[in-house]
Protein backbone atom coordinates (compact mmCIF):
# COMPACT_ATOMS: atom_id res chain seq x y z
CA UNK A 1 0.00 0.00 0.00
CA UNK A 2 2.55 2.67 1.17
CA UNK A 3 1.67 5.82 0.69
CA UNK A 4 -1.94 7.56 1.67
CA UNK A 5 -2.37 9.42 -1.65
CA UNK A 6 -3.58 6.24 -3.31
CA UNK A 7 -6.57 6.71 -1.52
CA UNK A 8 -10.02 7.94 -2.88
CA UNK A 9 -12.08 8.90 0.06
CA UNK A 10 -13.41 7.62 3.19
CA UNK A 11 -16.10 8.03 5.59
CA UNK A 12 -20.05 8.37 4.89
CA UNK A 13 -22.71 7.47 7.68
CA UNK A 14 -26.60 5.58 7.31
CA UNK A 15 -28.16 8.13 10.15
CA UNK A 16 -29.41 5.12 12.20
CA UNK A 17 -29.52 5.83 15.60
CA UNK A 18 -29.61 2.75 18.40
CA UNK A 19 -30.44 2.68 21.67
CA UNK A 20 -33.01 5.97 21.41
CA UNK A 21 -36.30 6.53 22.08
CA UNK A 22 -39.71 6.15 20.88
CA UNK A 23 -39.53 10.43 19.62
CA UNK A 24 -35.46 9.80 18.00
CA UNK A 25 -36.96 6.67 16.49
CA UNK A 26 -40.20 8.05 14.81
CA UNK A 27 -38.28 11.54 13.58
CA UNK A 28 -35.48 9.12 12.02
CA UNK A 29 -38.74 7.40 10.43
CA UNK A 30 -39.94 10.55 8.74
CA UNK A 31 -36.63 11.71 7.75
CA UNK A 32 -35.73 8.59 5.95
CA UNK A 33 -39.38 8.70 4.54
CA UNK A 34 -39.09 12.11 3.28
CA UNK A 35 -35.43 11.35 1.35
CA UNK A 36 -37.67 8.11 0.06
CA UNK A 37 -40.52 10.65 -1.39
CA UNK A 38 -36.48 12.57 -3.44
CA UNK A 39 -35.57 9.52 -4.41
CA UNK A 40 -32.67 9.13 -1.66
CA UNK A 41 -32.07 5.69 0.36
CA UNK A 42 -29.45 6.81 3.01
CA UNK A 43 -29.72 3.53 4.64
CA UNK A 44 -27.58 2.25 1.35
CA UNK A 45 -24.41 3.22 2.39
CA UNK A 46 -23.46 0.30 5.12
CA UNK A 47 -23.89 -2.02 1.38
CA UNK A 48 -22.04 0.06 -1.09
CA UNK A 49 -19.27 -2.28 -1.67
CA UNK A 50 -20.44 -3.51 -5.26
CA UNK A 51 -21.05 0.34 -6.19
CA UNK A 52 -17.77 1.47 -5.13
CA UNK A 53 -16.13 -1.79 -7.08
CA UNK A 54 -18.36 -1.11 -10.16
CA UNK A 55 -16.47 2.56 -10.73
CA UNK A 56 -12.98 0.83 -10.32
CA UNK A 57 -12.22 1.09 -6.79
CA UNK A 58 -10.93 -1.47 -4.66
CA UNK A 59 -12.21 -2.12 -1.65
CA UNK A 60 -8.99 -1.61 0.52
CA UNK A 61 -11.04 -2.15 4.24
CA UNK A 62 -14.71 -2.04 5.02
CA UNK A 63 -15.74 -1.06 9.11
CA UNK A 64 -17.52 1.32 11.30
CA UNK A 65 -17.21 3.10 14.24
CA UNK A 66 -19.92 3.84 16.62
CA UNK A 67 -20.24 7.03 18.35
CA UNK A 68 -22.40 7.94 21.67
CA UNK A 69 -24.76 10.95 21.19
CA UNK A 70 -25.04 13.26 23.76
CA UNK A 71 -23.08 10.95 26.30
CA UNK A 72 -20.41 8.54 26.32
CA UNK A 73 -16.59 8.74 27.40
CA UNK A 74 -15.84 11.69 25.47
CA UNK A 75 -18.86 13.68 26.73
CA UNK A 76 -17.78 16.90 24.97
CA UNK A 77 -18.12 14.96 21.18
CA UNK A 78 -20.89 13.17 22.22
CA UNK A 79 -22.80 16.60 22.92
CA UNK A 80 -21.10 17.97 19.81
CA UNK A 81 -22.73 15.24 18.07
CA UNK A 82 -26.32 15.65 19.89
CA UNK A 83 -26.23 19.28 19.34
CA UNK A 84 -25.41 18.11 15.32
CA UNK A 85 -28.19 15.86 14.99
CA UNK A 86 -30.20 18.61 16.52
CA UNK A 87 -29.63 21.06 13.85
CA UNK A 88 -30.12 18.39 11.68
CA UNK A 89 -33.65 17.75 12.62
CA UNK A 90 -34.48 21.79 12.40
CA UNK A 91 -32.76 21.95 9.18
CA UNK A 92 -35.08 18.79 7.54
CA UNK A 93 -38.34 20.23 9.08
CA UNK A 94 -39.33 22.02 6.37
CA UNK A 95 -38.65 18.90 3.60
CA UNK A 96 -40.26 16.05 6.23
CA UNK A 97 -44.01 19.11 6.88
CA UNK A 98 -44.05 19.34 3.25
CA UNK A 99 -43.40 16.35 2.50
CA UNK A 100 -45.32 13.63 4.98
CA UNK A 101 -47.90 16.34 5.66
CA UNK A 102 -47.38 17.23 9.37
CA UNK A 103 -47.84 20.44 11.12
CA UNK A 104 -44.94 22.48 12.24
CA UNK A 105 -46.10 22.30 15.39
CA UNK A 106 -46.40 18.87 15.86
CA UNK A 107 -42.92 18.63 14.25
CA UNK A 108 -41.11 21.07 16.64
CA UNK A 109 -42.77 18.96 19.22
CA UNK A 110 -41.07 15.78 18.02
CA UNK A 111 -37.57 17.80 17.94
CA UNK A 112 -37.88 18.53 21.49
CA UNK A 113 -39.15 15.09 22.49
CA UNK A 114 -36.09 13.38 20.08
CA UNK A 115 -33.41 15.46 21.39
CA UNK A 116 -34.43 14.96 25.37
CA UNK A 117 -33.89 11.29 24.57
CA UNK A 118 -29.73 12.08 23.79
CA UNK A 119 -27.99 11.48 26.98
CA UNK A 120 -27.03 8.71 30.06
CA UNK A 121 -30.52 7.87 30.57
CA UNK A 122 -31.24 6.08 27.26
CA UNK A 123 -27.25 6.65 26.03
CA UNK A 124 -28.48 6.47 22.12
CA UNK A 125 -25.67 5.70 19.54
CA UNK A 126 -24.85 5.64 15.49
CA UNK A 127 -22.83 3.86 13.35
CA UNK A 128 -20.89 5.30 10.80
CA UNK A 129 -20.31 3.38 8.26
CA UNK A 130 -16.31 3.69 6.94
CA UNK A 131 -14.98 2.73 3.68
CA UNK A 132 -11.17 2.96 2.51
CA UNK A 133 -10.79 2.72 -0.81
CA UNK A 134 -8.27 2.91 -3.50
CA UNK A 135 -7.76 3.51 -7.31
CA UNK A 136 -5.87 0.69 -8.56
CA UNK A 137 -2.61 1.98 -10.32
CA UNK A 138 -2.74 0.69 -14.12
CA UNK A 139 -0.45 -1.67 -13.84
CA UNK A 140 -2.62 -3.59 -11.42
CA UNK A 141 -5.43 -3.80 -13.81
Known sequence: MGCVSKFSFAVDAALTVHHGGPALAKIFKHIYAALRLRGVNILYVSSMD??????????????????ALGWGPNVELGNKLKANCEKGFIAFGPNITNALGMSREEYDKLVE?????????????????????????????
Open 50 to 67: PILESIGLEIVNHTYAST
Open 113 to 141: DAVGEFGDKLKPYSNWDIYITRKPSSTEA
